[in-house]
């Protein structure tokens, strides 16, 4: 399971969760999202940066309470989220791009280790103008939820 994050002219991750066990979301819980992601990267980069807004969907360990709690305590501006929109979050396109670095990995990676330095690589190899665009589009994407009412958009 992977978390990543874009911003204009940033990127956090990838970052790839660890202990994972069996279960909802591939085990992964709102302590995984707190211990693995918010405090060793996001809260850094807030701290650091600023008067940034932070944007994740509707899954459970980004909707618990103490997640919200923490990001609540550390002053992080949370975009509000609608349910089942998907198709908003510029980094889903974000994926599709790493998805396909990797089908161009030759050997196919065929161990852990193998498949967490072929992301590695594919995320670097992503270029900052990509992601940056994707950013752009955030304005576009909110702007035709609600010319849609709500439902889905061509993003």
């Given amino acids: 399971m992977l978390w990543g994050a874009i911003g204009h002219n940033q990127v956090l991750g990838p970052i790839i969760f660890q202990g994972l066990g069996p279960g909802p979301g591939n085990g992964v819980t709102a302590q995984h999202y707190m211990d693995q992601v918010l405090h060793p990267h996001v809260l850094p980069f807030f701290q650091a940066h600023g008067n940034w807004v932070f944007q994740h969907d509707n899954a459970r360990p980004h909707t618990a309470r103490a ?88 993003y």
Avoid at 69 to 87: C, E
Avoid at 104 to 127: G, K
Wanted: proline share 7%; net charge positive.
């Fill in 67 to 154: 997640t919200q709690d923490l990001l609540h305590r550390s002053g992080i501006q949370v975009m509000p989220w609608p349910a089942l929109s998907l198709d908003m979050n510029p980094i889903e396109q974000f994926w599709d791009l790493l998805q396909t670095q990797l089908n161009r990995v030759v050997p196919r990676p065929t161990t852990v280790a193998d498949l967490d330095r072929a992301v590695r690589q594919a995320w670097t190899n992503i270029p900052r103008q990509a992601s940056n665009t994707l950013v752009r589009s955030m304005h576009r994407r909110c702007q035709a939820v609600i010319d849609a009412n709500g439902v889905h958009t061509r």
